[in-house]
């Protein structure tokens, strides 16, 4: 088996807290945090850990084409895994003949990933490695992380957007000034259970959703509410990015809105369903809900859930 571990004598740092993590072949291992932390955290393991971190400064021939890219690397990590594969696997071959200065921001991350899969390095951490690339790569990348297992090379995701820790992690973590603490993935064995009421809502008796926003109480009409998510306990609306903090938590307000349309699709998360514009199945048995607003949100949708939703869309 093998591991790596990020100790206290490994962080040097006064702005991250003192913590322990140990990160294993057997699963993938997203750390959660703002972007801040994030680079504290690249600086750590790059100068104390001497720990290289995927990022979108390594060098690539702009001027060669996508397949002399990856050429040139295969004979230069001595990559074992042939070529027309690799094309296949990181979906590639359509563009294989572009230079890379005329492919898309998404195609030439792909490139990247190439470049690092092939490389072999154990450990690997990756920094935002899906951050405003398109689903097709989004795909790519999990079919990778897939691979690493597979190859037994432990592996960590650092991001700065919990969706992007859910979907990519099997073992997920928020880190903040006051420490590291494990986020809990909802892997389908165990049901929330209900919140006790008299009896479901057959009417509509809930008109506006309070929130706050400084000293003030701002009442948002459900449907303007894209996803309802939990952090640190608290629920957040979700309105186009903007996030409104709520004094309940999710089992509290599930009820009251389940009568709009709203469906709680993960343990973290209530969605509108008047919002969903697509289910996407992912390759490691895992599920996203697109939400059709202004960054067409992805949101993790449970295994368990994924039968019910499709009922309810009629997709059944």
């Given at each position: 088996?093998?591991?790596?571990?990020?100790d206290?004598?490994?962080?040097?740092?006064?702005?991250?807290?003192?913590?322990?993590?140990?990160?294993?072949?057997?699963?993938?291992?997203?750390?959660?945090?703002d972007?801040?932390?994030?680079?504290?955290m690249?600086?750590?393991?790059?100068?104390?850990?001497r720990?290289?971190?995927?990022?979108?400064?390594?060098?690539?021939?702009?001027?060669?084409?996508?397949?002399?890219?990856?050429?040139?690397?295969?004979k230069?990590?001595?990559?074992?895994?042939?070529?027309p594969?690799i094309?296949?696997?990181?979906?590639?071959?359509?563009?294989a003949?572009?230079?890379?200065?005329?492919?898309?921001?998404?195609?030439?991350?792909?490139?990247?990933?190439?470049?690092?899969?092939?490389?072999?390095?154990?450990?690997?951490?990756?920094?935002e490695?899906?951050h405003?690339?398109?689903?097709?790569?989004?795909?790519?990348?999990?079919?990778?992380?897939?691979?690493?297992?597979?190859?037994?090379?432990?592996?960590?995701?650092?991001?700065?957007?919990?969706?992007?820790?859910?979907?990519?992690?099997?073992?997920?973590?928020?880190l903040?000034?006051?420490?590291?603490?494990?986020?809990?993935?909802?892997?389908?064995?165990?049901?929330?259970?209900?919140?006790?009421?008299?009896?479901?809502?057959?009417?509509?008796?809930?008109?506006?959703?309070?929130?706050?926003?400084?000293?003030?109480?701002?009442?948002?009409?459900?449907?303007?509410?894209?996803?309802?998510?939990?952090?640190?306990?608290?629920?957040?609306?979700v309105?186009?990015?903007?996030?409104?903090?709520?004094?309940?938590?999710?089992?509290?307000?599930?009820?009251?809105?389940?009568?709009?349309?709203?469906?709680?699709?993960?343990?973290?998360?209530?969605?509108?369903?008047?919002?969903?514009?697509?289910?996407?199945?992912?390759?490691?048995?895992?599920?996203?809900?697109r939400i059709?607003?202004?960054?067409?949100s992805?949101?993790?949708?449970?295994?368990?859930?994924?039968?019910?939703?499709?009922?309810?869309?009629?997709?059944?």
């Amino acid at each position: 088996m093998a591991y790596f571990t990020i100790d206290n004598n490994m962080i040097d740092s006064e702005l991250l807290p003192a913590f322990s993590l140990t990160i294993e072949d057997s699963y993938t291992a997203a750390i959660y945090s703002d972007t801040e932390i994030q680079a504290e955290m690249v600086k750590v393991l790059q100068n104390n850990g001497r720990i290289p971190v995927f990022d979108l400064e390594d060098g690539l021939y702009q001027r060669l084409t996508v397949e002399a890219n990856i050429t040139f690397y295969h004979k230069w990590f001595g990559c074992q895994t042939p070529l027309p594969e690799i094309l296949v696997l990181f979906e590639l071959q359509s563009c294989a003949k572009t230079p890379l200065h005329k492919c898309s921001a998404s195609e030439v991350r792909r490139v990247h990933f190439v470049k690092y899969f092939m490389s072999g390095v154990s450990p690997m951490v990756f920094g935002e490695p899906i951050h405003g690339v398109d689903l097709r790569t989004i795909n790519t990348f999990v079919n990778m992380l897939q691979k690493l297992k597979e190859h037994h090379i432990p592996v960590l995701v650092l991001v700065s957007n919990m969706e992007h820790a859910l979907l990519l992690g099997d073992a997920a973590y928020k880190l903040q000034e006051k420490g590291l603490q494990p986020v809990e993935i909802d892997d389908g064995e165990e049901e929330i259970p209900d919140v006790e009421s008299p009896g479901a809502p057959t009417t509509a008796n809930l008109f506006k959703i309070p929130a706050k926003v400084d000293d003030k109480m701002i009442l948002f009409d459900p449907p303007e509410i894209d996803y309802i998510e939990s952090q640190d306990g608290k629920a957040m609306i979700v309105i186009n990015d903007e996030s409104y903090a709520m004094d309940s938590t999710l089992a509290e307000i599930e009820k009251k809105l389940e009568v709009y349309g709203f469906y709680r699709c993960h343990r973290s998360y209530i969605v509108n369903l008047q919002k969903v514009r697509e289910i996407i199945t992912w390759s490691k048995n895992t599920y996203s809900i697109r939400i059709d607003n202004k960054s067409q949100s992805t949101i993790p949708l449970s295994r368990t859930k994924i039968q019910d939703i499709q009922e309810k869309f009629s997709l059944k």
